[in-house]
Structure formats: structure tokens, C-alpha cells
């Protein structure tokens, strides 16, 4: 039997995602299924239009066994620090293969250049010039490998294909990774199917396009219509009220600090405080992160202190409690399932995200769900 491995977002679950769990049960038919996902706050910086108790409905209708939440404190990071926690989790789960999507779906060639970027010297020397030259950090990691091996990797996929797999070979984790090709462009705002990325979803969503084409009949009815705008007036006030130690907080750096105070005294919302700010150093997701970080008061400080001293279980199947079952006394940090104050720094961190998503979206169930919650099972 094998035990299978899937980091992702779900927002929102798409024919997509359910095209890689149907092939992931041709490839390995015998499986367990386990899935670490970012709960209502995502890499990107943005916000989940499914709160993470329905993502894991979702989840378990459709074939997936084991259903983890990724913390607030690594799903809101750069993908690097996102994969660490996400790997480090389902290497605690005694996973043996890590399965994701791949725009190149050349697994070999991507294992090299994760060696390369962890062995290679000049590799790191390339991207601190490309950095110095005021490059964003994600353009200077792809133009080094590119300079190094005349290979261009810069499809988001890829690259974080690139972290899950720098942090197999770092740690010596017996994982194999394996690649689905992804059948859509990320970025891409071309509808020539009906398996479309997220981002597209959401922006027709937003528009009050149909989008039932797009997802599986179980999505629809969890869907909210939700953006970071409806964040904007608790944002504003974090910032005016903490405008004299922005920099306080994680990723807020290098000074940008002073274009968000200078620009949110006249941006009316969002999206264009977030457009006054951009700078070619900054890529609209880092900016994205480092807002979510000063709305929900993420220090630096904090995230010094934060790591993965839990695993918090929201659903499974009855396969999936008979495989936890099997190795629970071969796991060396607590499994929880509820929220419980001051035992943890990165739950304490999770428990403050998901309250100021239940506050934005009236939903204040959420928080009750937080304390009392049972995982969902799907018989």
C-alpha cells in the first residue's frame, strides 16, 4: 500500500483537483490519500472562498482519506517556507510519495535543479547580483538556474515543485516525488475547457459569471462570494493605528513600510492600495502576504518562535482512521483536533487568522468550531 502525499489550497476545489485525485488512484490503486491544506488564508496572500471545514467535505467526497490542515504561520509564506511545513507534516504522517502538478512534468530534471540550488555556490552568488539589481526574489531564483543550466523554470507549479523537493533531499525525507502535468497555465485568463485554474474561478465568480462547468457539483453550494476588499477597513485601521513599527511585521522589509503608510491614506481600497505600492522588487503575492501579516498581527518576532508541534486532523475516511491508527505511536508530536490556548504559538497564530476571517464573514460558528470541532468523517 502506498501512502500518498498532496499539498494544496482548494480555493476553490476544481475539476482540476479532482482530475489529479482520480489519476493518483489509477497510478496507485491500493492508497492512502493524505492532504495538507491551507486553511482560510492562502501562500498568495489571499483569502479562501471555501472556509477550510467545507474544503474538507469537499475533500473526503471526492477520494481523499486524510484531511491536515496547514498552519496559518507556513500556508501564508513565501514557497519555501510553505513547503517546509506542508513536507515536514505529511513526513510526520509516514507518507512515501509526495504527488503534485507540474507544468514541465520532468520530475528528474527538477530534482537536479533543487540539488543545484542547494549545492551550487554560484547559484547563490547569481541571485544575490540578481537581488542587488532589484529583481523580486522569485524572478532572480528562476534567471540563476536559467544562467546555470539554460533551463527556464518559471511556472508557479514548478517552482514549488522545486521547494517540496529541496526539502526532501535537506532533510534525507523517504519520500519519492511524483508529478501529474498540469493541465492548465496558473496565470492563464483563456477558457479552452473545463478545467480552468483557481484564479479564474474566483475572478468569474467574482463577476457573476456561471462557473458550474468548472467545479464538481459538491463545490458550488460552499462557494462565498469573498475578496481581500472585504478585509480593507481592518487592514486600514492596523495600519494607521501601528503605522510607527510596520516593519515589525513578518516580510513587511527593506523600508516598503513607508510606501504602505505614505498610500493608505488614499487608496480607497485593496486592490489599489496594493497597486500604489507595487514596486518591480515586489511581486504582487509577496505584497498580498506582507498585508495578511500586518491584518492579522504577525510579527517577526512571532514567526521566530513558530514551528510544526502539532498536526491538526479535520477529516478523514474510515481507511484513513485505520491508517493514523496504525502509526499514531510512531509520531512524535501531538495530533489535535480542537483548538486548546497557549500550547502552541503556531495554533495560537492559526486560532487569531480563522477569527478574523469568521469576523469578516459573519460566520461566527467558526470560532465556535474552532474550540469544539470533532473531525468530519466520511464513512
Same mark, same amino acid.
Given at each position: 500500500m502506498?501512502?500518498? !502525499?498532496?499539498?494544496c489550497?482548494?480555493? #476553490?476545489? /476544481?475539476?482540476? /483537483?479532482?482530475?489529479?485525485?482520480?489519476?493518483?488512484?489509477?497510478?496507485? #490503486?491500493?492508497?492512502?490519500?493524505?492532504?495538507v491544506?491551507?486553511?482560510?488564508?492562502t501562500?498568495?496572500?489571499?483569502?479562501? &472562498?471555501?472556509?477550510?471545514?467545507?474544503?474538507?467535505?469537499?475533500?473526503?467526497?471526492?477520494?481523499?482519506?486524510?484531511? &491536515?490542515?496547514?498552519?496559518?504561520?507556513?500556508a501564508?509564506? +513565501?514557497?519555501?517556507?510553505?513547503?517546509?511545513?506542508?513536507?515536514?507534516?505529511?513526513?510526520?504522517l509516514?507518507?512515501? @510519495?509526495?504527488?503534485?502538478?507540474?507544468?514541465?512534468?520532468?520530475?528528474?530534471?527538477?530534482?537536479?535543479?533543487?540539488?543545484?540550488?542547494?549545492?551550487?555556490?554560484?547559484?547563490?552568488?547569481?541571485?544575490?547580483?540578481?537581488?542587488d539589481?532589484?529583481?523580486?526574489? #522569485?524572478?532572480?531564483?528562476?534567471?540563476?538556474?536559467?544562467? %546555470?543550466?539554460?533551463? @527556464? =523554470?518559471n511556472? #508557479?507549479?514548478?517552482?514549488?515543485?522545486?521547494?517540496?523537493?529541496?526539502?526532501?533531499?535537506?532533510?534525507?525525507?523517504? =519520500?519519492?516525488?511524483?508529478?501529474?502535468?498540469?493541465?492548465?497555465?496558473?496565470?492563464?485568463?483563456?477558457?479552452?475547457?473545463n478545467?480552468i485554474?483557481?484564479?479564474?474561478?474566483r475572478?468569474?465568480?467574482?463577476?457573476?459569471?456561471?462557473?458550474t462547468?468548472?467545479?464538481?457539483?459538491?463545490?458550488?453550494?460552499?462557494?462565498?462570494?469573498? +475578496?481581500?476588499?472585504?478585509f480593507?477597513?481592518?487592514?486600514?485601521?492596523? %495600519? &494607521?493605528?501601528?503605522?510607527?513599527?510596520?516593519?515589525?511585521?513578518?516580510t513587511?522589509?527593506?523600508?516598503i513600510?513607508?510606501?504602505? %503608510?505614505?498610500n &493608505?491614506?488614499?487608496s480607497?481600497?485593496y486592490?489599489?492600495?496594493?497597486?500604489?505600492?507595487? @514596486?518591480?522588487?515586489?511581486?504582487?503575492?509577496?505584497?498580498?502576504r506582507?498585508l *495578511?501579516?500586518?491584518?492579522?498581527?504577525?510579527?517577526?518576532?512571532?514567526?521566530?518562535s513558530?514551528? %510544526?508541534?502539532?498536526?491538526?486532523?479535520?477529516?478523514?475516511?474510515?481507511? !484513513?482512521?485505520?491508517? *493514523?491508527?496504525? =502509526?499514531?505511536?510512531? =509520531?512524535?508530536?501531538?495530533?489535535?483536533?480542537?483548538?486548546?490556548?497557549?500550547?502552541?504559538?503556531?495554533?495560537?497564530?492559526?486560532?487569531?487568522?480563522?477569527?478574523?476571517?469568521?469576523?469578516? @464573514?459573519?460566520?461566527?460558528?467558526?470560532?465556535? *468550531?474552532?474550540?469544539?470541532?470533532?473531525?468530519i468523517i466520511?464513512?
Amino acid at each position: 500500500m502506498n501512502v500518498i !502525499g498532496i499539498v494544496c489550497e482548494y480555493n #476553490p476545489f /476544481h475539476l482540476g /483537483h479532482l482530475y489529479q485525485l482520480k489519476k493518483i488512484k489509477e497510478m496507485y #490503486p491500493h492508497s492512502i490519500i493524505i492532504v495538507v491544506c491551507s486553511s482560510n488564508f492562502t501562500q498568495r496572500g489571499d483569502v479562501s &472562498i471555501i472556509n477550510k471545514w467545507d474544503k474538507t467535505k469537499i475533500a473526503l467526497d471526492y477520494g481523499v482519506d486524510i484531511f &491536515i490542515e496547514l498552519p496559518f504561520g507556513y500556508a501564508t509564506q +513565501s514557497s519555501d517556507i510553505f513547503a517546509k511545513g506542508a513536507i515536514e507534516i505529511l513526513n510526520h504522517l509516514k507518507i512515501d @510519495t509526495l504527488v503534485f502538478g507540474s507544468e514541465s512534468n520532468n520530475i528528474q530534471e527538477l530534482i537536479n535543479l533543487a540539488n543545484i540550488q542547494l549545492n551550487n555556490k554560484e547559484y547563490n552568488n547569481i541571485v544575490k547580483d540578481y537581488l542587488d539589481n532589484g529583481i523580486n526574489y #522569485p524572478t532572480a531564483l528562476s534567471k540563476a538556474l536559467s544562467d %546555470i543550466t539554460n533551463t @527556464t =523554470i518559471n511556472k #508557479p507549479n514548478d517552482l514549488l515543485g522545486l521547494s517540496y523537493i529541496k526539502e526532501i533531499i535537506k532533510n534525507d525525507y523517504k =519520500i519519492t516525488p511524483v508529478t501529474i502535468k498540469r493541465t492548465n497555465d496558473y496565470h492563464s485568463k483563456d477558457i479552452n475547457s473545463n478545467i480552468i485554474n483557481a484564479s479564474l474561478i474566483r475572478k468569474l465568480l467574482i463577476e457573476k459569471n456561471d462557473i458550474t462547468n468548472y467545479i464538481p457539483n459538491n463545490t458550488y453550494k460552499y462557494l462565498k462570494l469573498l +475578496s481581500l476588499n472585504d478585509f480593507y477597513p481592518y487592514l486600514k485601521y492596523q %495600519i &494607521i493605528n501601528n503605522s510607527n513599527k510596520l516593519n515589525n511585521y513578518q516580510t513587511v522589509d527593506e523600508g516598503i513600510e513607508n510606501r504602505i %503608510i505614505k498610500n &493608505i491614506y488614499k487608496s480607497s481600497n485593496y486592490n489599489e492600495l496594493v497597486m500604489n505600492i507595487k @514596486t518591480k522588487r515586489y511581486t504582487y503575492n509577496k505584497i498580498n502576504r506582507m498585508l *495578511l501579516h500586518i491584518l492579522t498581527n504577525f510579527t517577526k518576532e512571532e514567526a521566530q518562535s513558530i514551528k %510544526i508541534d502539532y498536526i491538526r486532523l479535520l477529516g478523514f475516511t474510515n481507511a !484513513g482512521q485505520k491508517y *493514523l491508527n496504525s =502509526i499514531k505511536k510512531d =509520531i512524535n508530536i501531538p495530533i489535535i483536533t480542537r483548538y486548546k490556548p497557549n500550547i502552541s504559538n503556531l495554533l495560537d497564530l492559526e486560532f487569531r487568522a480563522n477569527s478574523i476571517y469568521a469576523f469578516v @464573514t459573519n460566520n461566527f460558528e467558526l470560532i465556535k *468550531l474552532e474550540y469544539n470541532s470533532k473531525p468530519i468523517i466520511k464513512n
